[in-house]
C-alpha cells in the first residue's frame, strides 16, 4: 500500500511538474531561394525541430523549461511574391543587422512570414564577406518579447554547436558566455561562444545553469502574455 501511495505520488509529481510548463506554438518559414535549402527544410524535418527543442532547450538537470509545439510552416513559393522585405532576407549578402532586421520582422503584415501569436523560425542562407554563402551563422532575437530565430538551413537537424537550443536562449532573453580555455570538443554550456575571440564556444551540451533559468522562465512568462495579443 506504501509503495502504491509513493508511486502515485511520483505520478501525480511528475503531472504536476509538466503541467505548469508554458507552451509555446512555433511557425516556420523558409525564406531562401536556394533549393538544397528547401530539400533540408521539409515538414518531416520542421517536425523533428520540435522535438529538438523540447529534448535539449533544458537546465542542466535536463529539465525542460517550456514546450515547443508545431503550429504551421511555409514554404518559399508560397511566400517569394509577398514582396515582405524581412522575407527577401532570406538570401541577403548584407551585414547581419539585428535591430534592422528586427524592424523588418515587425512590419510584416503576412501571417505566412510573421505568426504574431507564435515563436517564428525562419530557415534562411547566411552570408558572410569572408564565406560567402557558405557562411552558417544563425541568430536569436528576443525582439521586445515577440521572439524569432533565423537558422541556416546547413545546421538544421541539430548540426554543429546545437544551434536550435543556443539560438532560442537569446530568443528568451540570454546572451552569450566565455567558457576559458574550451577548445572545440569541450563540454560547454548551450550559450558558450567564441566571440570573445578567447575561446571556443565548444559543444554546448550543457544545459542551462540556474540563473539562465531564472531569466529564461521570466522572459516565457512576458513572451507568452506578448503573444496572446
Not at 529534448?55 to 514546450?67: G, N, Q, R
Not at 549578402?93 to 505568426?115: P, Q
Request: net charge negative; charged share 30%; aromatic share 12%.
Amino acid at each position: 500500500m506504501k509503495r502504491l501511495l509513493f508511486l502515485l505520488i511520483l505520478v501525480f509529481n511528475a503531472y504536476a511538474e509538466c503541467a505548469e510548463l508554458l507552451e509555446f506554438d512555433v511557425h516556420f518559414a523558409v525564406i531562401t531561394a536556394n533549393p538544397e535549402a528547401h530539400k533540408a527544410a521539409s515538414i518531416e524535418q520542421l517536425k523533428k525541430e520540435i522535438d529538438i527543442l523540447n529534448t535539449f532547450f533544458t537546465s542542466e538537470d535536463k529539465k525542460p523549461l517550456v514546450k515547443f509545439k508545431f503550429k504551421s510552416a511555409s514554404f518559399y513559393n508560397e511566400i517569394k511574391d509577398l514582396h515582405c522585405s524581412f522575407a527577401e532576407l532570406g538570401d541577403s549578402s548584407g551585414d547581419y543587422d539585428s535591430d534592422g532586421w528586427a524592424e523588418l520582422f515587425n512590419s510584416c503584415m503576412h501571417f505566412k512570414v510573421r505568426d504574431p501569436n507564435a515563436v517564428n523560425f525562419f530557415i534562411y542562407d547566411s552570408y558572410s564577406k569572408d564565406e560567402g554563402f557558405k557562411d552558417i551563422t544563425c541568430h536569436g532575437k528576443r525582439n521586445s518579447n515577440r521572439p524569432y530565430v533565423l537558422i541556416d538551413w546547413e545546421r538544421l537537424d541539430h548540426k554543429i554547436q546545437s544551434p536550435e537550443e543556443h539560438e532560442m536562449g537569446h530568443a528568451f532573453g540570454l546572451d552569450h558566455v566565455t567558457v576559458k580555455g574550451a577548445e572545440i570538443n569541450s563540454d560547454t554550456n548551450i550559450m558558450a561562444s567564441a566571440e570573445s575571440g578567447s575561446a571556443s564556444g565548444g559543444k554546448r551540451n550543457i544545459g542551462f545553469n540556474s540563473e539562465q533559468v531564472k531569466i529564461i522562465l521570466s522572459y516565457a512568462a512576458k513572451i507568452k502574455e506578448k503573444l496572446k495579443l
